[in-house]
């Protein structure tokens, strides 16, 4: 990716979720709730504080898991077998279990796991500093490569060269270690594919009308998921870089102890390679 930055068309079955949010936008100006058709799926806008803090207390059915359970189905391409583990888990993201659920096995607890290990490695000031300082210091190193001479006038395309190429490097290996780009040397065109799909498998239209869509983005967390195997065996899990801020194989701590979640909780190297190559997609 490094070389150019290609023009895509953007077909019809894209276009359509657009259209249909700008609609529904529009008629929240007259009411303030509205049902819609986004895909092949039933939504809903509502407006005004109040409306929707009702609608999320009285409604167990309306709750972030469902979406994030779509995504996970679609975007990060799991295992039937694991997706069934955090759709089985009613028992909360906090620490302290939910009402009825107080005896369910740690083990067991996905949502709390999943969600305790993004604020603990990825909000807290240590850590999120950590991966700043990372960023900045590939980066810079990316900008070093890419201008070698000071003081020397050099044509860059901003959107393909520096922020295609560059920040992106930067941001993979400042999460994910150095590594991956050595054993997936196609992450970065596969990303740039499956970017192009991201919001049509967001809706999760059927697979028989779009297979070419499913077929990029499971070529994605395939490239994604290709070191885990690699990795692990590669690191020294008794060794001083465990709890390193940063370290060239898994790099941040998030992803060294999510890899060890994963590894603790049974995933299945499909889901593995989903929730790899989700890291490298929202960084």
């Excluded at 801020?245 to 889901?271: I, N």
């Amino acid at each position: 990716m490094r070389g150019g930055c290609k023009q895509h068309s953007v077909s019809n079955a894209l276009e359509k979720p657009s259209a249909s949010l700008t609609s529904a936008r529009k008629a929240l100006n007259k009411t303030n709730i509205i049902g819609f058709h986004l895909g092949p799926r039933n939504a809903f806008f509502v407006k005004g504080a109040q409306n929707v803090s009702t609608m999320f207390r009285n409604t167990p059915a309306i709750n972030t898991e469902n979406f994030i359970l779509l995504a996970m189905s679609t975007m990060m391409n799991l295992s039937p077998r694991d997706l069934a583990k955090f759709a089985r888990d009613k028992s909360g993201r906090s620490a302290k279990p939910l009402p009825g659920h107080e005896g369910m096995p740690p083990s067991e607890r996905m949502w709390f796991r999943y969600t305790d290990l993004m604020h603990r490695y990825l909000s807290q000031t240590r850590y999120a500093t950590a991966v700043a300082a990372s960023y900045q210091r590939f980066f810079g190193e990316e900008l070093e490569r890419r201008f070698p001479r000071v003081g020397e006038w050099k044509e860059a395309r901003v959107l393909c060269d520096i922020m295609k190429a560059d920040m992106l490097t930067a941001a993979t290996v400042s999460l994910l270690g150095k590594r991956i780009l050595e054993v997936a040397p196609d992450l970065f065109e596969r990303f740039w594919e499956a970017h192009k799909i991201f919001g049509l498998l967001l809706y999760k239209p059927p697979k028989w009308a779009f297979p070419s869509a499913y077929a990029t983005m499971e070529r994605f967390v395939e490239a994604g998921g290709r070191f885990f195997p690699d990795a692990w065996e590669r690191f020294d899990w008794s060794g001083p870089d465990v709890e390193a801020d940063w370290e060239p194989v898994f790099g941040s701590r998030f992803y060294r102890e999510l890899a060890r979640w994963m590894k603790q909780v049974d995933f299945t190297q499909r889901s593995i390679s989903g929730m790899t190559s989700a890291t490298a997609m929202v960084r």
